[in-house]
């Protein structure tokens, strides 16, 4: 629950002079409004754009009202990111991308709006389940070349951009990350993200029929604690295991552990991939 939502909607609600029940009037429900301003619901994406329509606002000015403008910047489209995927929401996404875009534009040299501008960029390549052209996949293997110690802002903008690139182009680089991870390099927030830029690793090498990539990776990890410590990808390991090798017995185990875990936005994944 992000409890912005509730203050930034009552403030320029009132600031309009606009009554709830007006507003409600004009998104389809005063409840709705009055859930949202009291913190008891966060506004679905849909819901986000029309209350921006009824309020006069542009969506840049909803979206960095709500999630800090600096260091967080990244987290939060990424976690924005993440929703737009689960929800399938092409409206949402094409907003996100004309603003990273737009600001990337602005500013050539500011290397934050460049990765906002690229992990939005990814995620429509994601949705579409397509490859970036050569000159954009070269452009970031170039970049990832460089690193030498990867960073936060690094593995965050890779665990996006892995629907972009062919996943044996990325595997130094997986391979780099896993050994910083070994040796304790990592802050706590990358080890987080760690594990996202495993799982989306091996869904984009699953949708590009790369199965060796996949086996190997998983190998990789079996012995690794951050496998270990976290039931979620060890439920998504034995998910992707039973795809590759056609195991029914595998894939209705890690559904039968998604649904004891209550874990519904990974239920609603795993049926993308399962007829």
């Known amino acids: 629950m992000n409890y912005k939502n509730g203050e930034l909607i009552r403030k320029t609600r009132q600031k309009r002079g606009m009554s709830q029940a007006k507003l409600g009037a004009l998104i389809g429900s005063q409840s709705m409004v009055s859930r949202i301003e009291n913190n008891q619901t966060d506004p679905s994406d849909q819901t986000v754009l029309m209350l921006c329509d009824a309020l006069m606002i542009t969506f840049e000015e909803y979206f960095y009202s709500i999630f800090d403008k600096k260091q967080s910047k990244l987290s939060a489209l990424a976690n ?61 293997v170039d970049y990832f070349f460089d690193i030498e110690n990867w960073q936060y802002y690094d593995i965050l903008l890779f665990s996006r951009i892995v629907y972009m690139v062919p996943v044996n182009r990325l595997s130094p680089y997986i391979k780099d990350i896993l050994n910083q991870y070994r040796q304790h390099e990592l802050s706590t927030h990358s080890e987080r993200t760690l594990k996202k830029v495993i799982n989306n690793l091996l869904e984009a090498s699953v949708v590009q029929n790369n199965y060796t990539f996949t086996q190997h990776l998983i190998n990789q990890l079996k012995s690794m604690a951050i496998l270990t410590d976290d039931l979620a990808l060890q439920t998504w390991l034995l998910f992707w295991q039973g795809v590759i090798l056609s195991d029914n017995t595998l894939i209705a185990n890690a559904y039968q552990v998604t649904s004891i875990l209550h874990q519904k936005s990974m239920l609603k994944r795993f049926n993308k991939f399962i007829p």
Do not use: C, W
Not at 105 to 112: C, E, F, K, T, Y
Not at 126 to 133: N, S, T, V
């Open 80 to 140: 924005q990111l993440e929703i737009i995927d689960h929800n399938n929401d092409g409206v949402m996404l094409d907003k996100l991308y004309v603003l990273t875009q737009s600001q990337s534009r602005s500013q050539p040299d500011s290397l934050l709006n460049r990765h906002l501008f690229l992990m939005t960029k990814a995620t429509k390549y994601h949705l579409k389940k397509q490859l970036a052209p050569h000159a954009i996949q070269d452009e970031l």
